[in-house]
């Protein structure tokens, strides 16, 4: 997956809107280090970012066994 490369990933930040776009663009539902990894963050940064997304509604949360693995809602 390509990482992303705006003004706010840049200064190490990455945007709902951007970890959103990851997970519309996959085939499947992503773990939490695919997505860091797409958009230039630590996974535990966006273990946190989807998990308020997922508080928010705005993405699914799937426990498989010992991963997490994320989706658009």
């Known amino acids: 997956m390509a990482c992303m490369s705006t003004p706010e990933r840049r200064r190490g930040k990455t945007s709902d809107e951007e970890i959103l776009t990851v997970l519309r663009a996959a085939d499947w539902p992503l773990g939490s280090t695919d ?7 630590s996974q535990q940064a966006a273990y946190n970012r989807l998990s308020r997304l997922a508080e928010e509604g705005r993405v ?13 809602a």
């Open 60 to 72: 699914e949360r799937r426990q498989t066994g010992g991963s997490v693995l994320w989706r658009p």
């Open 35 to 41: 997505v860091g990894d797409a958009v230039g963050v």
